[in-house]
């Protein structure tokens, strides 16, 4: 507070004794001679008061002054090897320092009063008054650095109103420089890992290989040497970097050039050769810092390689992922899993499947084809669902009308209280524990399996049983379909789960339009060979005229961006189907390569994105904790309206689309 607002709020006494003066000379007017005699004496009284108490405060902080002032000049001179300065805190006046501080300040005794603030710009002494004792940040001044520490001074006469401090400041420059530069110096381990080297190298001759590999040892020690990093080969794919942590900037604000430099090799069948940086930091020692690099290397390939990605000791920090990246599955993965699941299942007492919240044609079709798997291997199995809210209820009112599922779908806690020590947890469709159809129910259960193709987030299911995360399928089904064709006989699939698996694929792909592969048809095809009904699959799919004019209406409300880009926010609560149907519809409006759709639901807002072009989505949506795949992804976004969502997406985009 400065002193001409202290003194508007706090006028002079003297305005208070006219207007007694003037009560004085109105009782007067009126004639009431003995009311003016009573006024003026009260007010002589009040006035002489006013005068003693003055006198005498001003008498204390003088004598206080004074008193301290003497002290400090017999003992701090010669004693105190630092500039030291005392202040009155309520304004910042200065009101006495020793030698060192005017020798620092250059600050002569003048009859002014002089402000602490005004001699060194930037200080204030707001955090004393706060009740710390020192400064939080250091204090820059003339190529110095000074840490400001200080304190309120006891025995403050109150009666004055005084309250003084004193600062002390500790010139730390070179000891500052030290710490600067040992944070600058300290060690980053980094993997790099050329992802796709077997689809680069296949089928390929000798000379053509070591050509390959030249090239691409060149681009990455070209790119190791800006940074004087120390580069060794581990094996055919895979490079050990260090480097110093100051570097570490450098390469984010490139965003990690590796990543475009390598896709210039190519090999004579045209495909770019892509590679993956994990970097580890902030370990106790390289051993943890190795291990976070690992743990990097591993989230970048489940998120479909040609990204960087760097790992603190709290989260990690994505670089690149834009790319649609081709696809690298082996079948080999698949018949393993197959095996390695069969004998989980019979090892197990019981088995629960499990999708996300919401559960979708996908979730509920994999978790099918699961129920078969466990069927024929003679455990009984159980669905996590809830009835009441999720997005497949054709197919749950489809399954349940069997008799191999009359008890078989299960809530939350039903399955809580059933689970026991072999059970064993089957999640699909989602890797993120956060989005389980029941989070109690994966934490109680030991034996856990992921069975997912969304790109790997930040938080994820930990350390499962077995994880067949393959971000370039299609969907949940696909993958437990090629599971079921290495595991069972094709005779063992009942005609509706194939329906039910096919109805997932048909829901991820966009009705085989968008994120196929060789794979995906191949699923499909073997599918419709063991009996599942595309009609009835078709029917699974429509939805009655109140919801088709839901839907429109949803279209109706859209406006573009970036004219290429649909946004729909809505003031209303929509379906998670009606707003998800609403997005793939609005792909097929000519122009429009990206949708979104926005809409409230109780304390959050929902977002539900598609895309065909050449934004990718779930990285649109990772900065509001959204997640899925380029093509399709979604996020909750609690505690915000709608407005301030769609103000974060749009800002999201822009940096998209900016980097």
């Known amino acids: 507070m400065n002193k001409t607002y202290r003194r508007l709020t706090q006028p002079s006494m003297a305005a208070y004794f006219i207007v007694l003066g003037l009560f004085c000379v109105a009782a007067l007017l009126l004639r009431q001679y003995y009311l003016a005699l ?80 005004e001699l060194l710009p930037g200080l204030t002494t707001d955090w004393l008054t706060g009740g710390k004792t020192e400064r939080p940040e250091d204090l820059r001044y003339r190529g110095r650095r000074f840490r400001v520490t200080g304190s309120v001074l006891p025995g403050t ?31 980053m381990v ?19 290989i070591s050509g390959l590999n030249a090239e691409i040892n060149t681009k990455i020690n070209e790119w190791a040497d800006r940074y004087g990093g120390l580069l060794r080969k581990l094996e055919r794919n895979r490079y050990l970097l260090l480097f110093e942590a100051k570097d570490l900037a450098g390469m984010a604000e490139e965003k990690f050039s590796l990543l475009e430099t390598m896709r210039t090799v190519t090999n004579p069948a045209g495909i770019a050769a892509t590679v993956s940086i994990g970097i580890g930091k902030d370990g106790v020692d390289f051993r943890e810092d190795y ?88 455990k009984k199995v159980n669905v996590v669902v809830d009835r009441d809210a999720n997005a497949a209820e054709p197919l749950l009112t489809l399954l349940c009308a069997m008799p191999e599922y009359a008890d078989c779908f299960l809530s939350g806690q039903e399955a809580l209280l059933a689970a026991d020590s072999k059970s064993l947890l089957i999640v699909v469709d989602t890797n993120r524990p956060d989005q389980v159809e029941c989070k109690p129910l994966l934490e ?67 009705n085989f339009g968008v994120r196929t592969s060789s794979r995906t048809f191949e699923a499909a095809a073997f599918l419709r060979r063991i009996g599942a009904d595309t009609v009835a699959v078709k029917k699974l799919f429509q939805n009655d005229l109140p919801s088709t004019v839901a839907r429109y209406k949803i279209i109706q409300n859209a406006r573009l961006y970036r004219q290429k880009i649909a946004i729909a926010a809505l003031d209303y609560t929509a379906t998670r189907t009606i707003a998800a149907q609403a997005a793939d519809e609005l792909l097929n409006i000519s122009g429009i390569e990206t949708s979104f759709v926005l809409y409230p639901q109780d304390t959050q807002t929902i977002i539900s994105a598609r895309s065909i072009g050449e934004a990718n989505v779930q990285v649109i949506l990772e900065p509001l904790g959204g997640g899925g795949n380029a093509a399709t992804a979604g996020a909750q976004v609690r505690n915000k309206t709608v407005a301030e969502t769609l103000d974060e997406l749009v800002k999201s985009i822009d940096r998209f689309f900016e980097q």
């Open 38 to 117: 009573g006024e003026a004496v009260v007010t002589a009284l009040l006035f002489a008061c006013y005068r003693f108490y003055a006198v005498r405060r001003r008498h204390a902080l003088a004598e206080y002054v004074q008193t301290t002032n003497e002290m400090l000049r017999r003992s701090s001179d010669g004693e105190v090897p630092f500039p030291v300065a005392l202040v009155q805190l309520n304004d910042g006046e200065l009101l006495w320092y020793n030698k060192r501080f005017a020798d620092l300040t250059q600050v002569r005794d003048t009859l002014d009063a002089q402000n602490i603030s």
């Open 157 to 187: 006469d109150n009666r004055s109103g005084a309250v003084l401090g004193m600062l002390y400041f500790q010139d730390l420059t070179e000891l500052l420089q030290v710490r600067d530069e040992y944070i600058r110096s300290r060690p």
């Open 190 to 208: 980094s993997i790099v890992l050329v992802d796709n080297y077997d689809e680069l190298m296949n089928n390929l001759p000798d000379a053509t």
């Open 291 to 378: 291990n976070f690099a690992a743990l990097s290397i591993e989230m970048a390939l489940s998120r479909g390689g040609d990204q960087a990605v760097i790992k603190d000791r709290y989260d990690f920090t994505f670089f690149g992922g834009r790319n649609k990246t081709t696809e690298r599955r082996t079948k080999v993965k698949s018949r393993v899993m197959a095996s390695s699941l069969s004998e989980l299942i019979v090892q197990s007492s019981r088995v629960f499947v499990m999708g996300h919240k919401m559960a979708d044609l996908d979730a509920i079709g994999a978790a099918a084809g699961i129920c078969c798997l466990c069927r024929k291997k003679g």
């Open 444 to 510: 109680s259960i030991r034996r856990v399996v992921v069975i997912d193709h969304h790109r790997r987030a930040a938080d994820y299911i930990e350390q499962p049983v077995l994880n067949l995360h393959e971000p370039f399928a299609s969907s949940a089904s696909e993958l437990v379909t090629e599971l079921l064709q290495y595991a069972l006989e094709a005779s063992d699939i009942l005609t509706n789960e194939a329906a039910a698996l096919l109805a997932g694929i048909v829901l991820d792909t966009k």
